[in-house]
């Protein structure tokens, strides 16, 4: 494996090209061969049909000189004649013959019918018809040997084709033969540079997912390696966080029972009248420092069941629980704070038993109900109703209050964050009462969600898709 970033893609890069460059000379040697090759043909078919044209028309121009002789029987004219026969032999000495047996033959033939030619034309007395039959039959072997030219040219471009051919399926082995290697080492190097970053994404996935437990690492170059040190320092550092977090929540949970439990009996021997009688305000007073007291043991109970189900690993147990009592039981648990406020609950579930795991079910409920009655009105009422769908469940906790704000929605269910919306009561909320709802609809394998009452404020849905009875 390449020390860097670099040195690997530049060494994929060569690799990759590697194939393309041995093939590149062996495809230029052959290309090189063709042309070559075609050239050769081309040249010696322009310079063979030149040369025959030539001798056709230099015994074409010695005829007519001929014939004018015998019309007019100038001895000048028979000279000129007698040298466009001689040029003639000259000619086809100058021809440059391939090997090639008709070829030979018909030139040759050629040859000895321009030697006869000659004979006649240097004869003492030169006989008309048998001059101009020395044209003829010269003329017909020029064809003769003109035709043979064509043949043999035409043998030569077939021969060039075969060849062309033969290069392309030469060509073709080399070509399929590499385009598979190229091919796999492109994906054996694409694979190489992916595979670090899918590393650091699934390292950073992990630490998104808040699993801090297993150790990120990365392997490739020098550079993924350190960012892999770094994400799994990062992780380090998160997890000392968290534990430090969680270690301070429990000790500041037990720090405040204590006093607060101290507050609770203190209330509760003022209330029964053990420090004497109170009057109608003491007594409204003492309701008021009990109500408190109680919100105040539910934030600091929310802080320690948050810290317990921080941990997702933890396997919950189910069991079947018949709603409509469970219900009435939040309910009534929460009846003392609703008397405070003059808010009336409803709850109806309509006979309906689910599978469920019942103490974050009755924390995640107790947290809703007491929300809706610190927001509702003085006079409001909260309901909780519950419902069968084909695949899922869900139970509904609406109230009178203002609604939340569409911007916080998302939001609330965060640990520690409050809405915008105004609370009543002397004891605000901590922040963490809609996280452990979210921690128990995902125990459940279920979400939880807000949107507007009919009423006009707000109604929280836990959605809880259904377990088989047992």
């Known amino acids: 494996m390449p020390r860097s970033m670099l040195s690997l893609v530049a060494t994929g890069f060569l690799l990759v090209a590697a194939p393309l460059f041995i093939a590149m000379p062996f495809a230029y040697s052959q290309v090189e061969r063709l042309v070559q090759r075609s050239d050769d043909t081309l040249n010696l078919a322009v310079r063979l049909t030149e040369q025959v044209e030539y001798f056709a028309n230099t015994a074409r121009g010695a005829e007519r000189i001929t014939r004018q002789y015998f019309v007019l029987e100038d001895a000048q004219l028979l000279n000129t004649a007698r ?10 000495r100058r021809i440059d ?24 034309l240097d004869a003492q007395q030169l006989s008309r018809d048998a001059v101009l039959a020395e044209y003829a039959a010269l003329d017909t072997t020029h064809a003769e040997a003109y035709a043979g030219v064509q043949i043999f040219l035409a043998q030569q471009r077939a021969e060039l084709q075969t060849a062309a051919d033969r290069t392309q ?16 080492l492109a994906l054996v190097f694409t694979y190489l540079v992916l595979r670090p970053f899918r590393q650091l994404s699934a390292g950073i996935g992990q630490l998104s997912a808040q699993d801090l437990d297993t150790p990120v690492s990365a392997t490739g170059p020098l550079e993924i390696r350190k960012l892999g040190q770094q994400l799994d320092g990062l992780r380090t550092q998160l997890a000392a966080a968290a534990e430090s977090k969680n270690r301070f929540l429990r000790h500041m949970s037990h720090e405040l029972k204590t006093p607060l439990a101290s507050l609770v009996e203190g209330v509760s021997l003022i209330r029964d009248g053990t420090a004497g009688t109170l009057s109608e305000a003491q007594a409204e007073v003492t309701q008021i420092m009990t109500v408190s007291a109680d919100q105040l043991q539910r934030r600091i109970d929310n802080l320690l069941k948050y810290n317990e189900w921080v941990d997702e690993n933890s396997a919950p147990s189910f069991a079947v629980v018949d709603l409509h009592p469970f219900l009435q039981q939040v309910c009534k648990g929460l009846q003392l704070v609703a008397a405070a406020r003059e808010v009336t609950m409803r709850a109806d579930a309509a006979g309906l038993r689910i599978v469920a795991h019942a103490e974050s079910l009755r924390v995640a409920l107790d947290n809703l109900v007491s929300n809706a009655i610190r927001h509702a009105p003085s006079g409001g009422e909260v309901r909780l109703l519950a419902s069968a769908a084909q695949d899922a469940w869900q139970i509904r906790v609406e109230d009178d209050g203002p609604g939340i704000a569409a911007a916080d929605r998302e939001r609330i269910f965060e640990p520690f964050i409050q809405g915008s919306a105004p609370q009543f009561g002397a004891v605000r909320g901590s922040g963490v009462g809609l996280s452990l709802v979210r921690a128990a609809a995902r125990m459940h394998g279920g979400t939880v969600t807000v949107e507007s009452a009919a009423s006009g404020g707000a109604c929280f849905v836990l959605n809880i898709p259904m377990r088989a009875l047992t």
Do not use: G, K
């Open 169 to 184: 399926r030469v060509l073709a082995v080399p070509a399929l033969a590499l385009a598979p290697i190229t091919l796999l």
């Open 97 to 120: 013959l391939p090997n090639d047996p008709r070829l030979t033959s018909d030139f040759s033939a050629l040859a000895a019918r321009t030697a006869s030619l000659r004979v006649q």
């Open 83 to 92: 040298q466009r026969a001689a040029r003639l032999d000259e000619i086809l």
